[in-house]
């Protein structure tokens, strides 16, 4: 399955943004999708994940009640949604998939990766 994700800018501290994810190619519905981010400098952390059918979804401490992941199995589209954002928040955001049901947030897990897109929030 091929990924596509987009909708990243300039934000200000405390402002929203939406992150679409295209998938094409195999089913994207066989397949269970994650979020992650990447700052300049560190590693690639997980952000969120979401089972095939858009249930249980698992979000880490510094996601949890400001981020929103979704997906729209109809559409082969994948959402994140970022609330509440902040200067820390800024980063390459990345959309992935993983054959199964399990939102696992283990990188090594996820074998399909889209481009990223970067997502800035000013101070």
């Known amino acids: 399955v091929q990924l596509q994700a987009s909708g990243g800018g300039l934000v200000q501290a405390g402002g929203s943004l939406s992150l679409p994810c295209a998938a094409s190619?195999?089913?994207?519905?066989?397949?269970?999708m994650g979020w992650f981010r990447q700052a300049p400098g560190k590693e690639r952390e997980f952000v969120a994940a979401?089972?095939?059918?858009?249930?249980?979804?698992y979000y880490p401490p510094s996601s949890e009640g400001r981020f929103t992941i979704s997906r729209d199995v109809a559409k082969n589209m994948g959402y994140l949604q970022l609330n509440s954002l902040k200067p820390e928040d800024t980063a390459v955001y990345y959309c992935?998939?993983?054959?199964?049901?399990?939102?696992?947030?283990?990188?090594?897990?996820?074998?399909?990766w889209g481009q990223g897109t970067l997502v800035t929030v000013s101070s």
């Open positions: 992935a998939a993983t054959r199964g049901n399990v939102a696992t947030m283990a990188i090594a897990d996820y074998d399909n």
């Open positions: 190619g195999r089913i994207f519905s066989s397949y269970a």
């Open positions: 979401i089972t095939w059918c858009g249930g249980a979804p």
